[in-house]
């Protein structure tokens, strides 16, 4: 798994609120928790993490847990 493409981060191509979502999706909180601490919707949650995965390459929450450990994108 590529962690830059063309010498960008991958998390460089995400809109901010997918990059606040990426960020709750690694620190282990579930699509429901990430909805009301971000006041949307679970389906819009759902909708920003599918376009991470489309993104980034990034499939599951492991993968994103790993990768934003690996960019100091969380402690």
Known sequence: LS???AG????????HRE???LRLVALGKSIKEIAT???LSE???????ARIGEKTGL????????YALKQALVE
């Open 37 to 39: 601490a971000l006041a």
């Open 19 to 21: 990059l606040q979502v």
């Open 59 to 66: 499939k599951t929450n492991v993968e994103i847990a790993r």
């Open 43 to 49: 389906k819009t949650v759902a909708t920003y993490r």
């Open 3 to 5: 962690e830059t493409t």
């Open 8 to 15: 960008s981060s991958l998390h460089e191509a995400l809109s």
